[in-house]
């Protein structure tokens, strides 16, 4: 037992009794100088029961028999008596301070044990919060990784090609209500495959999120770029003319091209083939615009890669006009 704890169980025996003593002690000294004390018994009766209270039942049953004495000595002494009938407020005194110290000590038990109760209540409440609060955070969090695993592609941080497409027929039949311009980007990697026979497969990955890191420094926050599968990208331009569509994916494909690669200590030209659509209101399709940027983009491959072509809206005027800026020599 640790010293400051038995001290305090030390002042908690002694702290009953010695408060009846004082208490009997000045009732006496008080009564035999000649003051009147109407009601002695309840002012012994409430220091029996606090000593009860606060000690339990020893220091409770040492403060009644302090108290019964005191009483007894009031009862003996005619002078100091001020209520007949002393045999029976002698047996009186004794009763109560025998069954006081017993009630409180009862009460305060009951009380204790209502209040441990209650503590414990608190306690497995406070640990079911904590758990619950817990299993939140870890449903958000799950939630959150879903929700990611759904719509990021994760090499590169961009966009999949199933949330692209969901973004962009948002877009497209927003573009249908306002009769808005709308273009889109495909493009890829050239000669990816190259990369990887020469440099492996993590090389590969290296440039794929190379690529993405540079067209996403040129896209607005309105734009909607993606990974949609492989070494291929789409871009999604809203409230965009086929002529600024051209425009922005040549300054990308330059941008890309004036942004060299360094893989195990070699620099690798990184170009991209761009095929551009200009989407048709209101009949138009995402499907259908994204069939006609691919078709542009291999009409890139073929004219030489590293160059952007552009297949206009209409069919029965299937002329394409090509903004090139000619391959560097390699």
């Known amino acids: 037992m640790k010293p400051s704890y038995r001290r305090r169980a030390l002042w908690r025996l002694a702290f009953g009794p010695l408060l009846t003593l004082a208490t009997a002690g000045l009732l006496l000294v008080i009564a035999r100088a000649g003051v009147q004390v109407p009601v002695p018994g309840v002012i012994m009766l409430v220091t029996v029961c606090l000593s009860a209270y606060v000690g339990g039942a020893l220091p409770g049953y040492l403060s009644a028999a302090i108290g019964v004495n005191c009483g007894l000595a009031f009862l003996s002494a005619p002078d100091l008596l001020f209520t007949p009938d002393r045999e029976f407020r002698q047996q009186l005194t004794v009763a109560i301070g025998l069954i006081a110290p017993a009630v409180v000590v009862f009460l305060r038990t009951r009380l204790a044990g209502a209040l441990e109760r209650e503590r414990a209540l608190r306690e497995r409440a406070e640990a ?42 948002d877009e497209r039949c927003r573009h ?27 090389a590969g990955d290296a440039v794929i999120r190379h690529v993405a890191d540079v067209c996403r420094n040129e896209v607005s926050r309105s734009d909607i770029l993606a990974r949609i599968g492989g070494e291929e990208f789409a871009l999604l331009l809203p409230a965009t003319t086929a002529e600024q569509a051209v425009a922005r994916a040549d300054a990308m494909r330059q941008r890309l091209e004036a942004t060299p690669f360094e893989v195990d200590g070699a620099k690798v030209r990184v170009t991209v083939s761009i095929g551009v659509a200009e989407a048709a209101p209101p009949t138009d399709s995402i499907g259908d615009l994204m069939k006609r940027a691919d078709q542009a983009l291999y009409q890139a491959k073929r004219d030489g890669r590293n160059r952007v072509k552009f297949r206009r809206a209409s069919p029965q005027r299937a002329e394409e006009a090509t903004v090139a800026a000619a391959a560097a020599a390699a």
């Open 176 to 202: 249908a209500l306002e009769q808005s311009p709308m273009a889109i980007l495909i493009f890829d990697i050239d000669l990816f495959k190259s990369v990887n026979d020469r440099f492996g497969h993590d």
């Open 128 to 169: 079911a919060n904590h758990e619950l609060r817990t299993l939140r955070a870890e449903l958000v969090r799950h939630a959150q990784k879903l929700e990611r695993l759904a719509t990021i592609d994760d090499l590169t941080g961009l966009y999949n090609r199933r949330h692209f497409l969901a973004l962009a027929e």
